[in-house]
Every structure is written in C-alpha cells, then in structure tokens.
C-alpha cells in the first residue's frame, strides 16, 4: 500500500500536535506550545495553553470569563521601621487553579499560584516616606492588578499619622 505524500504529512503534524501540549516546555508564567506548519497543509496549533499546572481550556478569540484582584496591607512597628503584610485575593476568570500572581514592591512569602497570595515589605528609617506596592494577577486569558500606597508610620522622621 502506498501512501501519499500529503497523508504522511497530516499523520506527522498530527502526532506533533497531539504530543507537544504533554511535552512542551512551562515557565513560571506559562508559555504556548508552537504549531507546526506542514507544506502544502493548514498551520496545527494546541488547542490550550500549556502552564506548569496544565493546559488551560482554549477560550476562542475572547476571553469570556475575567479575572479579578484584591489587596489589603496591614502595618505594624518593628522600632523605627514600619512592616507591611500584603494578602491579595483572586477571583473570576478560569479559576484559581490557573492564576498568577506577580508583585512589585513587595516580597512574595507564597508561590505564585497560591489564592490568596502574600508578599511582605518593609519602610526604614532614611528611606522613603511612602512606598507603591502592586500585585498582577493572570489566568492566562485575562489579568488584573491592584495597588496600595504605604506609608512609613513608625519613622519620626516621616511625620505621617495612622
């Protein structure tokens, strides 16, 4: 039995397709797998995007679902040096199983999938008076960010009342 050429191809781009989204490489942010283009065949692509807790549902052109993200901060004194506990909050989109969460300003004190999610920063003496802390949150198909001024109470220096 002989096979065609254009039949060969298909059975190859198919086995690529069907083996890429278990195999393909993650980042921490999630990446796609890459199609793969046969001559004189349609362009094959994964159907989802492959992350390091699996492949999210293919949304279509529009993401249907949004996610959203809240944050809240709590200060207390260390002497001089005021310290801030953040916790943000994710919800919506394709469930927290996908979210991600980055933050600016604030260390993180949890993995980044974990909802919620906590980061921790400090304010000392000689530094500035106030601080921006921003937390982004993805699904990979639609993100959020929030973000909180915090301002160094503890600092005699800083003359800003609670």
Do not use: E
């Not at 249907?64 to 953040?86: E, F, N, P, R, W």
């Not at 469930?95 to 980055?102: K, R, S």
């Not at 639609?142 to 800003?160: E, G, M, Q, V």
């Amino acid at each position: 039995m002989r096979l065609r050429h254009s039949t060969i191809a298909f059975l190859a781009a198919l086995a690529v397709v069907t083996i890429t989204p278990a195999f393909g490489a993650t980042g921490s942010t999630g990446s796609t797998a890459q199609g793969v283009a046969v001559p004189g065949s349609a362009l094959f692509a994964p159907a989802g995007l492959a992350t390091a807790k699996g492949s999210i549902p293919d949304p279509g052109s529009t993401c249907s679902a949004v996610v959203s993200v809240s944050l809240g901060c709590s200060s207390s004194c260390i002497g001089d040096k005021t310290a801030y506990s953040c916790t943000a909050t994710g919800s919506g989109g394709y469930g927290a199983q996908w979210y991600v969460f980055t933050w600016t300003g604030a260390n993180p004190t949890s993995g980044s999938g974990d909802n919620p999610n906590y980061a921790n920063t400090v304010l000392t003496p000689g530094g500035p008076c106030q601080k921006q802390v921003q937390v982004s949150l993805t699904d990979g198909c639609s993100s959020d960010s929030a973000s909180r001024t915090l301002y160094d109470y503890c600092d005699s220096n800083c003359r800003i009342a609670p």
